[in-house]
């Protein structure tokens, strides 16, 4: 329901009517400011919404203080009033759309993209930001157009068809070609997956397959980027000194022969390839802008050069050049060191004279000289070098001729005359193979004139819209110089001639380029275009690889790397710049074109198989954020394209690809353990959740195999106030059996509600994961608030895991200072975690004195590990030990099985069968049979069963009310005092003046643990004056050591004035004495006396301490010095008043131990015999 009203601005001023429409709204008027422009008189029409009239108290708009008032200004008009309080940590829409809209990107890798937006804003702040204005030609496809062609294509194309024939060579760069248009495909589906910033492929990967493997392939492709500007540096100088200015070279190559002139040409390359290293490095750190004016000419310098030869091609149909080639039989001379193509020639008078060629082969001018016998056998043939496309030359050339390093260029249509037996002379005036040839070898060197597909990618900064332009473009540019590629092997072979093809520096055709042969108008325009645009190669991969490298360096992967990360105040990377550098001469020293070709075909082809990797698994993982705008992808293309590459890797060479591998697997395991750590929601991390997903539906699919069973522990441990662990050696002891292999599942405790106690159950859960890390403990950890602390644990024990992957066994430590009044929920907890335990069938393990166990540092040089097996629940009791021997700690102590027989037992066969069935449980460990034969209940049980019922009852009274505690008391007090002075009166004292400020009369009884300090008895609240109880230890007779007193002494109850203590001693043996009197026959006598008074006790709490007393004794006997003693834990009574009397008889059976772990089967077994 509303109301209308109308209000005039005469009436009020605008600031009341502003005031009220605010209260009335919250956000829906006009702002103040507004209607103050208004010069007008106005009326505002107002709707009056029914409600509560109660306005909010944090509402901006009716708090009057001067930080509401700019929060009132801010929300003015945007209806936001529902949402005011989030304002300060969820965005408006329109906030978000704005940081989007003034998205840039940044320098690639240098900062997560999170942090990119969140800067964004200050950074426009301080300056203008230019918008992108590069489209899919300018910023896309001629980039990898120049990046693509390089020197590969001038330097040894046409010596590839020569030596792999046509057919060899187009499968070559078709298998290559497709590797790279498979890979843009799967580059295309990332990048289009969402705004990419600058970085490119390193970015894609990183953020595709994570940290690891982003930070293994990153490296691998800077080292292949940097490998790649020495191969420029290389074919740069190589075109230089032989083709360009050959007589610049330093060591001298006249005169030398094999050998010696191979060297001398690889120390004119380092030289050379140093120097100019150097100059680019200087033009790189001087300024990168130079090298970016400057890209434009580099590539026109291709552009022309390819242009030249196709116009070559078309003219050799039409007029062919004339490149004459010399040939000696059929083998091909270096026609630098002659200068006529024949042996003698007429003169001008008519005679027939020699020439240069017979004097290289002849020892004097004259014709009767003597001469090379191949020389004197074969003619001398002039053939033309390039026939033309018309000629019919691309059958001869269809097929391969591989060479051994020395063998002769040879024709092998032409005819030869030679002896079999006959020495080859004059070698050094033959075109000789310079390199071992095969097929793998020209895949290897081929690989690298394909490479350059990321150029678009690497400038995805400055495109108008990445997502559109990277796909066109690469895929444009992959398709053109694909075509361009598989077209020249047509050609080369319909155009030149086979030998020539197979020259690889052109010795057969005057020096010349043999590329340049065919091109038009001139070879010197392809050696000149090659030339700069090598160079210009060589200066993008010097201003792009320290820029990766400082990415990967800010990222933070590599710790070692961080230095590098460091840039010059305006931004260039000087650090990265000098690594490259170092790296690249590193190449240069190689100094062979071939040989440094494979090394980067290496770091290319696995970065890109890690691309098509990304790619195949975003797609079938079906990640939702999996959303690309480039639709013609697959997950068969990608994983073809990566198969693709890993078989290139081994053709090239499988020794470089084993040892990329190496290198990328050591950084991947290097950034896994010592690099930071990154969450980018990458590929793997997918993989790995979709793997445990499957996993764990399998192993929904029944329970496991005996074979298969390890222990899955849940580790119930307790913090105290200031959120640390009270037991820590219980994680030690968790490491200590982690030889299985299983879950580890840490889980604590906490009382409240969870939205009050959310933070202090987090500060809990990193507490658990920070002594987890410091007790190299792996697994998970959980803090779980409840109202109570019972209702806590049971949720632990019953929703802790997932679905197959659950704990089958609960480790908590045993409760300290249980008989202390204040504990006795604790303990009362701990009975209720033992039965629901066992009814989810959870093995249960409660190390006893856990504070004596040993840490994971300490060492056990000897010892044993005692296992007390009296009662079969599935084999955990045997199976404990052998998982603890597998640890450091444990490893030198020897384990020792016992077993109690009884009376009807047959002990002997007892043991042998128990030998057997360790042998077939291949479990090392000695045997031994206890005897325990029936024997009369001692009156010392029937005291410590007596005790411990009057301790029942007086606990009890701790919910009695007072005058209920009184009567309880008295009735206790006298029937006590009835039963002791039957027993023996001799042995009653009497005490008075014992106040009510002592409910304790001793605390010298022996903790539980060394460091925890001794538990007094429990007493009931204080009572009247009058009414006081008193529980007192014998202080006569010192214990021994192997056994010393025990919270299980008597316990004597007084009546108002007066106190009863009841004494007896014990053995040093640890055996307990006969009460006093009853070696006598008078003693005889009493205790006959005291025998009504027994039979008044439960008759079962009678046989439970007997059990307990006689066990305790037979184990302190013979394992009193091991290190570990391991036994079976009985279960809890059923009827819940007698748990204070379970938690007696454990006390009583593990009594002067010092490590206990008590084992409580889970029901099924653990072990098997059986393979």
Known sequence: MSQRFTVSKSDRSSSDVQGEVNQLFEGDEPTASCQADKE??????????????????SSPFINSSDVAAEKSQQYDGKHMALFEEEMDTIPMVSSLLSSLANYSNLTQGSKEHEEAENNEAESSRKKPIKAPQLGTLMGVYLPCIQNIFGVILFLRMTWLVGIGGVIGTFVIVFMCCTTTMLTAISMSAIATNGVVPAGGSYYMISRSLGPEFGGAVGICFYLGTTFAGAMYILGAIELLLIYIAPKAAIFPLEGLEGAEAEAALLNNMRVYGTLLLTSMATVVFVGVKYVNKLALVFLACVILSILAVYAGVIKTGIDPPDFPVCLLGNRTLISKKFDVCAKTMESSNGTMVTTQLWNMFCDSPFLNATCDRYFSDNNVTRIQGIPGVTSGILADNLFGNYYEKGDLVANKDAASVEGVDDPMTNSNSYVLADITSFFTLLVGIYFPSVTGIMAGSNRSGDLRDAQKSIPIGTIAAITTTSLVYMSSVILFGACIEGVVLRDKFGEGVNGNLVIGTLAWPSPWVIVIGSF??????????????????????KDGLVPILRIFGHAKANGEPTWSLLLTACICEIGILIASLDLVAPILSMFFLMCYMFVNLACALQTLLRTPNWRPRFKFYHWALSFLGMSLCLTLMFLCSWYYAIVAMVIAGSIYKYIEFSGAEKEWGDGIR??????????????????????????????LVSMDGEQNVEQPRLLSLTNQLKAGKGLTIVGTALEGTYLLNHEQAQRAEQALHKLMETEKVKGFCLATVSSNLRDATSHLIQSSGLGGLKHNAVLVSWPRNWKQADERQTWRNFVELVRETTAASLALLVPKNIAAFPSNGERFSEGHIDVWWIVHDGGMLMLLPFLLRQHKVWRKCKMRIFTVAQLDDNSIQMKKDLTTFLYHLRIDAMVEVVEMHDSDISAYT??????????????????LSKNEREREIQSITDSSRGSIRRKNPAAVTTQLSVTEDQPGASKEEKPEEESTPASPPVSPPPPAPSDQVQLIHDTTTPASPATPATPLTPEAVQSPGQQVQMTWSEKSDGEPAKPPGAATPEGIKDIFNMKPEWENLNQSNVRRMHTALRLNEVILKKSSEAKLVLLNMPGPPKNRSGDENYMEFLEVLTEGLNRVLLVRGGGREVITIYS
């Open 686 to 715: 997918g993989l790995s959740l979709s793997a445990a997903r499957y996993a764990l539906m399998r192993l929904e699919e029944g329970p496991p195999h005996t074979k298969n069973w390890r222990p899955q522990l849940l580790v």
């Open 942 to 959: 029937y005291e410590k069963t007596l005790v411990m019922e009057q301790r029942s009852q007086i606990l009890k009274q701790i919910n």
């Open 40 to 57: 007008v008189e106005a009326t505002a029409e107002v709707v009056v919404l029914k409600g509560d009239n109660n306005p909010k108290e």
């Open 532 to 553: 700069f645009s090598t160079c210009g190669a060589g200066l993008q991969s010097l201003t792009g690889a320290p820029r990766l490298m400082q990415a990967i360096a």
